[in-house]
């Protein structure tokens, strides 16, 4: 596609809900980031995906966070019994996967909400 | 984990002045970066900038590794550079504030 797209745009859901998020990364893209984003703790790194390994997952806020990718493409991010401070909102970006050096280019977000 | 501190947290200009943002860094690192997002929330990564000095138009930045800072230079600054710029350092890509930059037409 032309860019990274992300679905769904918004996500409203109840305490103790499983959720998934989806990111559609720029076609040929080998790498993939995914990114939270919230009032509380700003901006933080997840995790990243090189082809359909993540090498480092340790930037995941707890064991209720998974993500996956496949096919060397589109990413999922899963997560479980989610909590009020889950409610975020969640970026992904892709880049051509030469390395950090390579330029990431963004997806528009999942708003996500947990009540 | 590193620490990562931005200044100013605001900054208002007139349209057509220029500015510096700063990104200071605790511990020595081997990956800077530094994005915008404007204000409908879209991210854009701007520099990768480990060390030296890159410019892309009106915009350069410059990264002193061994003074632990990087410097974000706008020049004659437009209403569409508004939004907050931010700085992330290291391999866990660890975040500053950010920096709310907002230009006055």
């Known amino acids: 596609g032309a860019g990274v797209s992300q679905s769904p745009s918004n996500k409203v859901t109840e305490k103790g809900k499983d959720v998934e998020l989806r990111c559609d990364p720029i076609s040929g893209h080998t790498a993939l980031y995914w990114y939270r984003q919230s009032l509380g703790q700003g901006l933080e790194f997840l995790i990243y995906?090189?082809?359909?390994?993540?090498?480092?997952k340790s930037g995941l806020p707890s064991d209720r966070f998974s993500a996956e990718r496949t096919g060397g493409s589109v990413s999922t991010l899963t997560i479980q019994r989610t909590q009020q401070e889950d409610s975020a909102v969640y970026l992904c970006?892709?880049?051509?996967?030469?390395?950090?050096?390579?330029?990431?280019?963004f997806g528009p977000g999942t708003r996500l909400l947990v009540l | 984990g590193i620490q990562v501190e931005q200044s100013p947290p605001d900054l208002i200009l007139q349209e057509g002045a220029n500015s510096t943002l700063r990104c200071n860094f605790s511990?020595?690192?081997?990956?800077l970066q530094w994005f915008h997002q404007n204000p409908w929330g879209q991210l854009i990564n701007l520099f990768y900038i480990p060390s030296g000095t890159k410019q892309n138009g009106r915009l350069s930045a410059t990264t002193v590794a061994t003074e632990r800072y990087s410097l974000l230079y706008i020049s004659s600054s437009q209403t569409t550079d508004s939004g907050v710029y931010f700085c992330a350092v290291g391999n866990d890509m660890r975040f500053g504030a950010g920096t709310r930059l907002t230009v006055k037409p």
């Open positions: 511990d020595s690192v081997n990956n």
């Open positions: 970006a892709s880049s051509g996967g030469g390395g950090v050096q390579e330029t990431q280019y």
């Open positions: 995906f090189q082809g359909n390994s993540a090498p480092d």
